[in-house]
């Protein structure tokens, strides 16, 4: 089965990554490489073979993933386009303006690869390979036939411009991620005053879909975990918004609370050790 495999590349290998290594079963078809030499031993425990450099998981590869973080996603794509072989799918899967992923695929496409912009639209653990995932770009057909091949089973081609696939997913994250912010503002709001109970009690009264108390414990340990990369992205998120004309009042705000609240969990951590 692995014989029959793209020869794919993975640059970044944090959580997604590792994620999909070890659902993809890809073995000796996949090689990766990240800037954080530490994360080798966790791609060899994925199946995947570990590289030194980007250049030697890049080589002779026909499919990269790029899944580094939002604030890096250009400049791997700028440093890291001259070792891609003619014709190689880079595919962009890093939650960035369409403006980003238009001058990453400048730089992929003047080194001879091919660009897609991959949206990834859900959190990747635990859906791994059936996480739904936009692409958009000339190049977007032939990807999604390789990441079918791969075991991604939820693609779907949104067009042939690249930025529009990331342009959903990045307008989408500011409802997502600001109700996350907004919800973690006012907790802390309701607990300083000493009126959690009775603020969370009053939202359930407006809307029923989920209890308010589990949907701020969740935000709350999303922004807690993952709030540096979250805020990353609405950074990208912001300069979307000012790309339309519109000033990203809220947007701006969630970046701030996100950060916060990542740095809040860490700072109590240390302390804990």
């Known amino acids: 089965m692995s014989e029959q495999l793209p020869r794919l ?23 990766a490489f990240d800037i954080a030499a530490a994360r080798r031993s966790a791609m060899e425990q994925s199946g995947v073979t570990a590289c030194a450099d980007a250049g030697s998981a890049l080589a002779g590869a026909q499919i990269v993933l790029s899944l580094v973080t939002a604030d890096a996603a250009l400049a791997a794509a700028r440093d890291y386009a001259p070792a891609l072989s003619a014709g190689t799918l880079w595919c962009d899967m890093n939650s960035v303006a369409p403006d980003t992923k238009r001058a990453a695929a400048e730089a992929v496409e003047a080194a001879g690869g091919r660009y897609v912009d991959v949206a990834v639209m859900a959190p990747v653990d635990p859906a791994a390979l059936s996480v739904p995932l936009l692409l958009s770009g000339g190049a977007a057909q032939d990807a999604a036939a390789l990441l079918g091949a791969l075991g991604f089973s939820r693609t779907r081609i949104v067009g042939d411009a690249v930025g529009r696939a990331s342009a959903i997913k990045i307008i989408r994250s500011v ?27 009053s939202l359930d009264a407006s809307e029923k879909t989920l209890p308010w108390a589990g949907r701020v414990a969740y935000n709350r340990e999303r922004m807690e975990t993952h709030g540096v990369r979250r805020a990353a992205e609405m950074e990208e998120a912001s300069k979307t ?17 996100q950060r916060r609240a990542a740095k809040a969990e860490t700072d109590k951590r240390n302390e804990a050790e």
């Open 175 to 201: 409802m997502v991620k600001g109700l996350e912010a907004l919800s973690f503002e006012c907790a802390a709001a309701a607990d300083r005053a000493g009126v959690f109970e009775e603020v969370m009690a």
């Open 9 to 31: 590349a993975l640059i970044g290998f944090g959580e997604a990554g590792s994620t999909f290594a070890r659902a993809g079963e890809w073995g000796g078809n996949a090689r």
């Open 241 to 257: 918004l000012l790309d339309l004309g519109i000033e990203p009042v809220m947007t701006r705000g969630t970046v701030l609370l």
